[in-house]
């Protein structure tokens, strides 16, 4: 299977596609310098694949990349970074009572 990963807005999310269809996406808001990921929805058609942690993996590197701090609010984003704390822990912050009201609804 043949995947890709791609940043957009209007909502704010990394995509990931499976052979050229949308196979599902992590969900995220800039506040101050931090990306906040709070919703990560893979299609059911493609589950067992991996795909959550891929597009997990990708769009936290991405955010390193642009020199943002990450903040796990999605379950799946938090047990993704607790597993591999080795190489994320030095990335990532708390999430605030303040930023958590400032979230955007899940799509």
Known sequence: METSVTKQTG???FVITADGAA???AQFFDHDGRRLFFHTVVD???SGHGLAS?????ALTAT?????R???VCPL????VEKHADEWAASV??????ELELLPPKL
């Open 44 to 46: 059911q058609q493609f």
């Open 93 to 98: 912050d708390r999430v605030t009572p303040a």
């Open 54 to 58: 891929e597009v997990i993996r990708r």
């Open 77 to 80: 984003v938090k047990a993704y």
């Open 11 to 13: 909502p704010d999310r």
């Open 70 to 72: 990450i903040v796990a």
């Open 64 to 68: 390193r990349d642009e020199g943002m």
């Open 23 to 25: 196979a599902g996406f």
